[in-house]
């Protein structure tokens, strides 16, 4: 693992249902990242949080819902999603402001059904 | 804010061979510029970086230069193995004021027999 461990890895849900992903990371960092990644945007930011903090929500919809209760964990929740929300969901970690040891989870691979 | 094009989208080369892909952005503050490979069904791995106070650096048969005047950046890879098949990101920060890398839209590198 690289310090960043994302759960689960994989996840099927029906478009009414209500999951999480959860992202945890050991490196001392104070910045995370969620990332969409699919076959028509490969990066595609959607939230940034800093100290726990907000501090870039990217026009995501409202079916998705960030979480960060502190500088180590940092949560997706998702409600009501579409087909077009498969896609592969990363989340990042590094110390803010520096882009220095930007470090990716291994995702997780979600399919709405 | 930042803004990142990368070329080409997609680039075939034979085992042995060399492989450039080539990296723009728009901000002139930006000031590291990592580059990230992430084969397939695994996440973004960091595989080298350049700050602004440096033109070229090298690590075994992967090169990045930088042309701070023209605002490019690119990855040479020489003597290309199959192992190095796998799709490329360029990123920029400017680490002074930014929260997060800017990531250009990849480039799937195919290396044949």
């Known amino acids: 693992e690289t310090g960043v461990t994302q759960t689960p890895r994989h996840l099927v849900m029906g478009m009414t249902n209500k999951k999480s992903l959860k992202c945890e990371q050991h490196?001392?960092?104070?910045?995370m990242y969620w990332y969409k990644q699919s076959a028509k945007k490969p990066l595609e930011l959607m939230f940034v949080?800093?100290?726990?903090?907000?501090?870039e929500n990217n026009s995501v919809p409202s079916r998705f819902s960030p979480e960060c209760p502190n500088s180590s964990h940092l949560f997706l929740h998702l409600h009501t999603l579409q087909p077009e929300d498969s896609a592969l969901y990363l989340c990042?970690?590094?110390?803010?402001?520096?882009?220095?040891?930007?470090?990716f989870g291994s995702g997780t691979r979600l399919t709405v059904v | 804010g930042e803004n990142v094009e990368q070329h080409p989208s997609t680039l075939s080369v034979q085992e042995g061979d060399s492989a450039v892909i080539k990296c723009t952005y728009s901000?002139?503050?930006?000031?590291?510029f990592p580059w990230y490979k992430q084969e397939l069904g695994k996440r973004p791995q960091l595989i080298i970086d350049?700050?602004?106070?440096?033109g070229e650096k090298k690590d075994q048969r992967i090169a990045v230069t930088l042309n701070k005047t023209a605002k490019h950046f690119s990855l040479h890879i020489t003597e290309t193995q199959p192992e190095d098949s796998a799709v490329y990101f360029c990123?920029?920060?400017?680490?002074?004021?930014?929260?997060?890398?800017?990531f250009g839209t990849g480039t799937r590198l195919q290396v044949t027999l």
């Open positions: 990042a970690s590094s110390l803010p402001g520096q882009g220095y040891g930007y470090t």
């Open positions: 490196l001392g960092h104070n910045a």
């Open positions: 949080y800093n100290f726990k903090e907000q501090t």
């Open positions: 901000d002139s503050a930006s000031n590291y």
């Open positions: 350049i700050r602004s106070n440096v």
């Open positions: 990123a920029a920060i400017n680490t002074g004021t930014a929260s997060k890398l800017t």
